[in-house]
C-alpha cells in the first residue's frame, strides 16, 4: 500500500488478545453431550406415547435422533481434524461448518455454566469458522467478494456520506476507511460500510458475493458469520481504541491477507 496510508501494524492500541479454537472446541463437544442426552431423553419420555399409535414410531423417532446426533458427532470430528492439521475430506468440513453455526447457542449456554466471558466464546467461535473456511480453499472472482465494515470505522467527525457509497471517502488518512478504500479498489472488490445487521444483509443480498470478509467486534461477526451461512465469511476483528462502536480501526495487513487468500488471481 502507498505510503500516505497510515503504517502497516500502526493502531493495535484497543487489539483483542488471540483467541483459543480450544476453547469453543470443548464447549461444543460438551453441547454434544447435552445435545445427545436431550435426545436421549426425548426419545424416552415419548417411547410409550408413540408406541401405544404404531409400533413403527418410536423407531422412526429413534432413527431420526439417531441420524442428527450422528451427523453433529461427523462435524465435530472434522473440526477436530481440520484444527490439527490433519487432511480433512470435504464432507466432514461442510458438517463441521453446519455444526460449529448450529451449536454456537448451546455453547454459549453452556460457557454461562462455567462462567465463560460471551466475547472469549465469540473470539474462539470466530477463530474456528475462520479456519474451517481457509480450509475449505474457497477462491472467487475479485467482483464476487464484499469487503464489510460497520460506519463506527469512520472518524466521528468526518461530513462526508459514505454508507450509501464508499467512494465518497476524500482518504484523508484520519480513519481506516480510505486505507480500505485504496486496498479494495486494488483489488478490484467490493466494499460497503454499512450502519447495521439490516444494511449489511441488505448488501450481501443486492450484491450477490460468493464471498464475505467483514470487519466487527466479537458480537456484530458471529451473527453476521451465521446471518450469512452457508456463504463463506471471513471475520476480522476491529480494534476499538476509544471503546466500543466509536473511532474503531482494523488491521488492514489482515484484511489484504484475507482478501488474496479468497481470490483465485490475487495479483494486483
Ligand atoms: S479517511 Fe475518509 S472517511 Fe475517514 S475521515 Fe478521511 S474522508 Fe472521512
New binding site residues.
Given amino acids: 500500500m502507498s505510503a500516505k496510508y497510515w503504517a502497516k501494524g500502526e493502531g493495535v492500541m484497543g487489539a483483542v488478545p488471540r483467541p483459543r479454537k480450544r476453547l469453543f472446541l470443548a464447549l461444543i463437544v460438551v453441547s454434544l453431550l447435552l445435545a445427545t442426552l436431550s435426545g436421549y431423553g426425548l426419545w424416552k419420555v415419548s417411547f410409550l406415547g408413540l408406541a401405544t399409535i404404531s409400533y413403527f414410531l418410536p423407531l422412526i423417532l429413534g432413527g431420526l435422533l439417531a441420524a442428527v446426533i450422528l451427523a453433529i458427532a461427523a462435524g465435530v470430528v472434522g473440526i477436530v481434524m481440520a484444527i490439527l492439521g490433519f487432511p480433512t475430506p470435504s464432507v466432514f468440513l461442510g458438517l463441521a461448518w453446519s455444526t460449529i453455526n448450529l451449536l454456537f447457542p448451546l455453547a454459549i449456554q453452556v460457557g454461562k455454566i462455567f462462567d465463560i466471558e460471551k466475547e472469549r466464546i465469540e473470539r474462539s467461535f470466530i477463530e474456528v469458522s475462520n479456519h474451517l473456511v481457509r480450509q475449505k480453499r474457497i477462491r472467487v472472482k475479485a467482483e464476487r467478494l464484499l469487503v464489510l465494515t460497520p460506519h463506527c470505522i ?2 466521528e467527525s ?1 461530513p ?1 456520506k ?1 454508507t450509501r457509497d464508499a467512494s465518497n ?7 481506516r ?2 486505507d480500505l478504500l485504496h486496498l479494495t479498489r486494488e483489488y478490484g472488490v467490493n466494499l460497503a460500510v454499512v450502519t447495521g445487521g439490516t444494511l449489511a444483509r441488505k448488501v450481501v443480498k443486492t450484491l450477490k458475493p460468493h464471498a464475505v470478509l467483514a470487519i466487527a467486534c466479537e458480537r456484530d461477526l458471529t451473527s453476521g458469520i451465521q446471518d450469512v451461512f452457508p456463504l463463506p465469511a471471513i471475520g476480522i476483528l476491529n480494534e476499538r481504541p476509544e471503546g466500543p462502536c466509536c473511532n474503531t480501526s482494523v488491521d488492514i495487513d489482515k484484511v489484504e491477507k484475507a482478501i488474496q487468500d479468497f481470490l483465485a488471481e490475487p495479483k494486483k
Fill in positions: 469512520q472518524q468526518c462526508h459514505i471517502c476524500r482518504e484523508c488518512g484520519k480513519c476507511v480510505g
